[in-house]
């Protein structure tokens, strides 16, 4: 089966400088896929490549197998691209808005009022039908963007920081438009400079630095490769010292460190082997009443992938 968006080997140079340098990942129908990288690190280039708007150095981009090179016109049929910025007529209704884009797509008659009813509904942009766009909030502004993508159904979605600017509620409300998107069979890619916005919805992402793809896969998978340790914490009825104190002697336990009521330390084992260390504990008598591994921190672990480096 062919994956609904391909990306081989694709570099984009500007100048000496190379804003997109070997870059590989596929989206299948029904995924969402994140890109994550900070500013200037290549997201919006890659992205205007596979949107037909800007033509490769070298590499392809297929979708649904149209290339961008052989067919971009087939390419735009199926590719649904929602621009970090863009431009509304400020003397238009939504309604108007959306109505000028269906026509642009050639829909016609009962088919375009009916698209346009759907798609409304979808972005609950129907009670701002007559409002102008110049009116509309940040938000709304995003929800027509995302409303004048669906129009011609792509099955290929690129949104490149839909997320930027809005408030918790608003961000909330995309996550879930874009997870009815994808369970509808589309294949979406979103970009984002934050890895914790994406990574509850993605099934995937691929982390991008100054044009090269640092890392690549399930957000689980990649920060389990940053992190080859867990930090547990543990707390225990028995005296703090000697559990600090025999806990040090276990195999695989690193860092030993006291907190206020317990202690915190890195385990280099896998999950048998905690559950090993638990039953030794328990067995020595320390009477442990937590013991817990934190969660990672994905702030850090984009910190760690991501050394900020600008070209
Ligand atoms: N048309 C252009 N001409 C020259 N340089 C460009 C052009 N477009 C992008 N660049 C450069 O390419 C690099 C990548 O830019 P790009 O916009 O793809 O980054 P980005 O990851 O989208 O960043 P941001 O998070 O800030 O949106 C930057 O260094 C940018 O200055
Ligand atoms: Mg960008």
Request: aromatic share 6%; with cysteine; hydrophobic share 40%.
């Amino acid at each position: 089966m062919v994956a609904a968006l391909e990306i081989t080997g694709l570099t984009k140079v500007f100048g000496d400088l190379r804003a997109v340098d070997d870059v590989s990942f596929s989206v299948d129908a029904g995924q969402i896929y994140g890109f994550i990288g900070p500013n200037g690190a290549g997201k919006t280039t890659t992205m205007r490549v596979c949107a037909t708007l800007q033509l490769p150095d070298s590499g392809d981009v297929r979708i649904e197998d149209y290339s961008v090179l052989d067919d971009p016109r087939k390419v735009r049929e199926r590719l649904g691209f929602m621009p970090d910025a863009y431009g509304a007529y400020s003397s238009t209704t939504v309604f108007d808005y959306l109505d000028f884009f269906a026509r642009a797509y050639k829909l016609k008659g009962k088919r375009r009022y009916s698209t346009l009813r759907e798609v409304m509904e979808f972005t609950s942009l129907g009670p701002l039908r007559d409002k102008l766009t110049s009116s509309l909030s940040k938000g709304m502004k995003q929800r027509l963007c995302l409303a004048k993508t669906l129009l011609h159904d792509p099955a290929v979605m690129i949104l490149d920081e839909p997320a930027a600017g809005l408030d918790p509620r608003a961000r909330v409300e995309l996550r879930e438009l874009v997870r009815a998107l994808a369970e509808m069979g589309k294949a979406i890619l979103i970009s984002s400079h934050i890895l914790t916005e994406l990574s509850e919805i993605c099934d995937g992402v691929a982390v991008i630095e100054a044009g090269r793809i640092q890392a690549r896969g399930p957000v689980n998978e990649i920060v389990k490769n940053l992190r080859p340790h867990s930090e547990i914490y543990l707390r225990c009825l028995e005296n703090l010292q000697a559990v600090e104190r025999r806990l040090s002697e276990f195999p695989r336990v690193r860092g030993v460190r006291r907190e206020a009521e317990g202690i915190t330390f890195d385990f280099e084992g896998d999950q048998p082997e905690q559950a090993e260390l638990l039953a030794n504990l328990v067995q020595e008598g320390l009477r442990p009443i937590e013991f817990a591994s934190k969660a990672t921190d994905l702030e850090d672990v984009f910190l760690k992938l991501t050394e900020g480096k600008v070209q």
